[in-house]
């Protein structure tokens, strides 16, 4: 079963704008949620991260934003820029073990 | 350090062939994850290690694979009498025993034919 699932497998953004990719999970033991990037022919790059025990993290141009409650994550890309065009992973773990990621959500990013 | 590499990066068998995949982790992590990931998919947890332990197995490892860190180090993952199932792109993460956050090699992209 699919215990993260990323929907709206796609995203086309113009170039300055915000992308916005959301993420749900099931599993109320996760602990900790993670974005991975990833280009074609290389593996996942880890971007940011978030401890479920708070509601935001930022780092430059991106920021996480964790609702427990509704088990629902998102990360905002402000501004988007063309290097941004990737496949985007959520991920989360429990106890720092294992990682389960959702399918991904293909960002395109317009100039 | 140039962070985690694995070979070869590409591998293309016939069905019923053994295959071994090989991955180095970042030097000072005792941590070392395998990774699956087939075409429209994220990644899915095949098994992992800490130092030369190996903790944890998905039943996604059937009894066809088996991985193996003998110092702790470099580890090796191998496949015996492939199938065309096996075709995927085969990763590996490692990190420190204490952190959430792995960091990926560029994988393995497996072919049977």
């Known amino acids: 079963d699919q215990q993260v699932k990323q929907n709206s497998p796609s995203l086309s953004v113009q170039e300055g704008r915000i992308s916005i990719l959301n993420c749900d999970y099931t599993?109320?033991?996760?602990?900790?949620f993670l974005w991975y990037k990833k280009y074609p022919a290389e593996g996942p790059t880890f971007l940011i991260s978030?401890?479920?025990?708070?509601d935001k993290n930022e780092d430059g141009r991106f920021t996480v934003f964790l609702n427990k409650s509704a088990k629902h994550l998102s990360l905002h890309i402000v501004p988007s820029q063309p290097g941004d065009s990737a496949v985007y992973f959520c991920?989360?773990?429990?106890?720092?073990?294992?990682?389960?990621f959702g399918k991904g959500n293909q960002v395109v990013v317009i100039p | 350090d140039t962070g985690v590499s694995q070979n070869p990066r590409h591998k293309i068998t016939k069905r019923g062939q053994n295959v071994t995949f090989r991955c180095d982790p970042i030097?000072?992590?005792?941590?070392l994850y395998w990774y699956r990931q087939t075409l429209g998919q994220g990644p899915e947890f095949l098994t992992y290690?800490?130092?030369?332990?190996?903790?944890?197995k998905s039943r996604l490892l059937s009894d066809r694979f088996s991985a193996e860190r003998p110092k702790g180090s470099f580890s090796t993952l191998e496949i015996q009498r492939t199938e065309q199932g096996d075709s995927a792109m085969y990763l590996c993460?490692?990190?420190?025993?204490?952190?959430?956050?792995?960091?990926f090699g560029p994988g393995t992209r497996l072919t049977v034919t």
């Open positions: 993460a490692s990190t420190q025993a204490a952190a959430y956050e792995q960091y």
């Open positions: 599993n109320s033991m996760f602990d900790y």
């Open positions: 978030i401890s479920s025990i708070k």
């Open positions: 991920a989360a773990s429990y106890g720092n073990n294992r990682l389960a």
């Open positions: 030097s000072e992590h005792n941590r």
């Open positions: 290690f800490q130092n030369e332990a190996q903790l944890e």
